[in-house]
C-alpha cells in the first residue's frame, strides 16, 4: 500500500495564541498513539471567526478547540452543541461528524477534575469567580451542578456578569450574585474557593494580576486560576504568600 503523507488537522482558534501549551500536549499524545494528526496554533480576529470555521469544513479538519475570544461567538455557526454547552452558551471545541459541526464544553468538566485531584469538595462550598467570559460560564455552571452552595460572580461588565448570574439561578439549584468590579475586591470570609476566570496574566502580559486586596487572601482560601501560560500566575504567588492553597491551569487543560 502506498504511503500517505497527508495528516489530519485539528488545532485551536483564538487570539492570542502564541501562548496556547495545547499544541505540545496534544502532539506528545498523537505521537504516543500513533495517530497521523497535525494540532496547529491558528491566530484568528474576532472579525474573521466566520471564515475561518467556513476555511476549517473546506480543509476538512477533524476538529477545533476555542480559546478567547470566541467560546461564545462561535455558536451561531454551528450545526448543534451538547445539552452542557446550551446551558453554558459557549463552546471550546468543534467536532466534525458527518458534515456537521457539533460543538461541546469540556473547560468546566476539566476544571471540576482538577478540583478533585486536589482533594477539593465542590458541595455545599461558597465560590467565587473572575470573570464572566466562556471559561467563567463553563466553571460556574459545572461548580453549581456540582453542589456548590452559592456562587458570587465578579466581573467589570454588568450586563456579562448579571447574564451569568441570573443563568445560574434559573438553570441550577446554586444561590448566586453578582458584585460589579470597578473598584479593589476584597475576598469576603465566607468564601471558600476563588477562581480567576479572567485572562489577567496571561502571555504576554505574565506580570499582571487582578485588583484584589492581597490581604484578604486567607491560609484557609482555596485559590484557582484558569491562566495555562505562565501557570504560576502573580495571583498564585499572591495566595501562596499569604499561605492559601492555590492550583493552576494545567490541570483542567490536560
Request: hydrophobic share 40%.
Amino acid at each position: 500500500m502506498q504511503k500517505s503523507y497527508r495528516e489530519e488537522l485539528v488545532g485551536v482558534f483564538g487570539d492570542p495564541i502564541d501562548e496556547n501549551p495545547t499544541v505540545i500536549l496534544e502532539q506528545a499524545a498523537f505521537q504516543a498513539c500513533q495517530l497521523n494528526y497535525r494540532y496547529l496554533n491558528i491566530l484568528v480576529k474576532s472579525e474573521d471567526l466566520e471564515q475561518a470555521i467556513l476555511g476549517m469544513k473546506a480543509m476538512h479538519m477533524k476538529g477545533i478547540n476555542l480559546t478567547i475570544p470566541h467560546k461564545c461567538a462561535v455558536l451561531p455557526y454551528l450545526d448543534g452543541i451538547s445539552k452542557e454547552a446550551s446551558i453554558i452558551g459557549a463552546v471550546n471545541t468543534i467536532v466534525v461528524k458527518d458534515g456537521k459541526l457539533l460543538g461541546e464544553n469540556t473547560d468546566g468538566k476539566g476544571f471540576l477534575t482538577s478540583l478533585q485531584e486536589n482533594d477539593i469538595t465542590v458541595l455545599g462550598q461558597e465560590i467565587m469567580i473572575l470573570g464572566a467570559g466562556g471559561a467563567a460560564r463553563a466553571i460556574a455552571v459545572e461548580l453549581a451542578l456540582a453542589g456548590a452552595k452559592k456562587i458570587t460572580i465578579v466581573n467589570r461588565s454588568r450586563q456579562r456578569g448579571e447574564e451569568l448570574t441570573t443563568l445560574i439561578q434559573e438553570k441550577t439549584s446554586c444561590q448566586a450574585e453578582f458584585l460589579l468590579w470597578n473598584k479593589t475586591i476584597s475576598i469576603p470570609e465566607e468564601i471558600n474557593i476563588l477562581v480567576n476566570a479572567t485572562s489577567i496574566g496571561l502571555f504576554p502580559n505574565v506580570e499582571q494580576k487582578p485588583d484584589l486586596d492581597e490581604s484578604s487572601l486567607r491560609p484557609d482560601l482555596v485559590v484557582c486560576d484558569v491562566i495555562p501560560n505562565h501557570p504560576r500566575t502573580q495571583l498564585l504567588k499572591m495566595a501562596e504568600q499569604q499561605g492559601a492553597k492555590t492550583i493552576d491551569g494545567l490541570g483542567m487543560l490536560v
